[in-house]
């Protein structure tokens, strides 16, 4: 895993300044957001076909908001049991019943385990969507964890990175009274399509690089 080359790469494209702020600013703004999250699974299956700069074009943005609108659909569909679970237990948990309250307390545990287990497989399922930019994607469970078992150390390793470029744009977006994150908020979702990409050509026995 090249860690470095997932936060640089960006840097290459000519007009990174440009492409990356317009994802800034398309990031700050609900449902229009959609396209930023569209754009970076477009730049994510660049990646899957080794086309690592220069970074697409903001020239799609009707398809872009539909491949950033799939994902949000799944997410709601992905709510369900957690809202359910952290519905029912406040009610059961302060119920005079200690029967009730053991099995409010477990229903909040499975809710926060649930939540784990989605947040560790869902970048596997990304990156079925991206090479397959179809809602079923998202239900593929059976293949996404066949590919993070098969790919465990380096599937680790890029869900932690992710985590830490986002920890650190938000940090540094909050420099010059928050002006930055209209970079840096953005920067951390090609930086984390980066490092899916490194696990799947890893995966593949293939070394993604910039394509002239």
């Not at 700050?28 to 086309?51: D, H, K, Q, S, W």
């Not at 989605?118 to 059976?142: C, D, H, M, T």
Request: net charge negative; charged share 15%.
């Amino acid at each position: 895993m090249d860690i470095g080359r997932a936060f640089t790469y960006p840097f290459e494209d000519e007009d990174w300044l440009k492409k990356i702020a317009i994802g800034g600013v398309i990031t700050l703004i609900p449902v229009v957001n959609f396209i930023a999250v569209g754009y970076a699974f477009r730049t994510l299956r660049n990646l899957l076909e080794g086309r690592e700069t220069p970074l697409p074009e903001w020239d799609d943005w009707g398809g872009d908001f539909m491949l950033g609108l799939i994902p949000a659909l799944a997410a709601i569909v992905y709510a369900i049991p957690s809202g359910l679970l952290s519905g029912i237990a406040p009610a059961l948990t302060a119920s005079d019943s200690g029967f009730l309250g053991v099995i409010g307390f477990l229903c909040t545990c499975l809710s926060v385990l649930y939540g784990l287990a989605l947040g560790v497989i869902l970048p596997a399922l990304y990156l079925r969507y991206a090479k397959n930019p179809e809602f079923s994607a998202f239900f593929q469970f059976p293949e996404a964890i066949a590919f993070i078992r098969e790919n465990l150390s380096d599937y680790i390793i890029a869900w932690l990175m992710s985590i830490v470029a986002a920890i650190a744009a938000s940090i540094v977006g909050s420099i010059a009274c928050g002006i930055g994150v209209i970079f840096t908020s953005f920067l951390a979702f090609l930086v984390w399509a980066h490092l899916l990409a490194q696990v799947d050509h890893k995966a593949a026995g293939t070394v993604a690089g910039p394509v002239e």
